[in-house]
Nanobody, 123 residues
Framework: QVQLVESGGGLVQAGESLRLSCAAS????????MGWFRQAPGKERDFVAV????????DYADSVKGRFTISRDNANNTVYLQMNSLKPEDTAVYYC????????????????WGQGTQVTVSS
């Protein structure tokens, strides 16, 4: 089993920044892929960003490209999501996810999930 614990959410104004963290534990092997998804009230859980492999391959949703950056500290089994130039439409619960396979944009491909952290961006 892999346990994922997110932190770093909060309330900010439009244009400000936040950095989310997700610490992984509980498994001998480090997850090959770790990603971020988000879910706004009444909406489906959407892909945000993913990082995978030793080379740190990344991919982003079009809505966050150029504003969000995913990075990984393998020594500490932690993945980060740096969110800049936040917009009110970024308001959602952000979830960290992990899998022992190549990167995927689909939430159904991830067996391990954190509890989520709320990000609220006011206009």
């Amino acid at each position: 089993q892999v346990q994922l614990v997110e932190s770093g959410g909060g309330l900010v104004q439009a244009g400000e920044s936040l950095r989310l963290s997700c610490a992984a534990s509980g498994h001998t092997w480090r997850p090959y892929t770790m990603g971020w998804f988000r879910q706004a009230p009444g909406k489906e859980r959407d892909f945000v960003a993913v990082g995978s492999g030793s080379a740190g391959s990344t991919d982003y949703a079009d809505s966050v490209k150029g504003r969000f950056t995913i990075s990984r500290d393998n020594a500490n089994n932690t993945v980060y999501l740096q969110m800049n130039s936040l917009k009110p439409e970024d308001t959602a619960v952000y979830y960290c996810a992990a899998r022992f396979a190549t990167g995927s944009l689909y939430s159904s491909d991830y067996p391990y999930w954190g509890q989520g952290t709320q990000v609220t961006v006011s206009s």
